[in-house]
DNA sequence: ATAATTCCTATTATTATAGTAGTATTTATT
DNA sequence: AATAAATACTACTATAATAATAGGAATTAT
């Protein structure tokens, strides 16, 4: 039940953009600088979010990544499905081919309320929730220090 | 955020030896074959759940495998944290030192609060509701198969 | 004594995750 | 038109975690 660091990765970058919200696009580079990631894999980590229109990118000199709606309409779960795939514990909760007596299974009702809980509690949150947190917290540790999550 | 084969067949092994209690000891290779697990796999997953004391084991001849306390008395969560470990979904929930940053980073109440609804609902089930489930969802189906989860 | 069982340890195989690398394409700037 | 700086795309490799297999030791009812 372990979240992957690609959900973790994306996230963080999800954060900076939000952070950047409105100034233009932001390059890989420094996403990836500023969260001490590899540019490489969180270009692979991203790209989905893209093709799911949650980051717009501009490609050639001066381009960069820049979140493609506000940063109250993307939540957690947004984000982590769309890296991550299905929150599912088990794969027929999905798919009912994916075990041969879905019809008779107990656990199986078990494993779904699981995923809806955790979907309900990560649509909860969105962008703009945290990039608010973070601002509150900053404040309160009096710290002046670039984030890092 | 896939539950392991070894939670499931853990689950499934208790369950087994719920539908068994108060009938003696039931053998590891019955098990396994009810429910369709290599045998030598199953041992070492149930291994822990023994060493946690939620089941009972008799060696030698005629031995085997019992519940050492009434369904009712195990949860999911017993067996799913005995197997799985923590259900943190980051390591920095159960360990601050994990991450650099957690005073000020915002994901971390996130991940906290997804890890506390998990184990809040794995432990509202036992395995005694799951037997009542299971008995329920047999007499409706009309089926007498045996049942596979 | 024997057969049937769990106990223990080690090894291997498989899969999923994480990371690296290199080239192609696009675009602002000069 | 040339250049430099960025993303896009594809392929490969490394690492780690999971799942499974194997074999013998210890125990116990018969
Ligand atoms: S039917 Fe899939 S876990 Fe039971
Ligand atoms: S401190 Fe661990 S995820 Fe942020």
Known sequence: M??????????????????????????LKEIARRQDISEKYLEQVLFPLRTKGYIYTQKGSRGGYSLSMAPEEITLYDIIQTVEGSLAPVACVDNAGACNRVDICVTRDVWSRLKNIVIQELKSINLADLVVEQERKKKESGSNIMYQI
Chains 1, 2 share one sequence.
């Open 2 to 27: 372990q979240l992957s660091t690609k959900a973790r990765y994306a996230t963080r970058a999800m954060i900076e953009l939000a952070f950047n919200y409105g100034k233009g696009p932001m390059q």
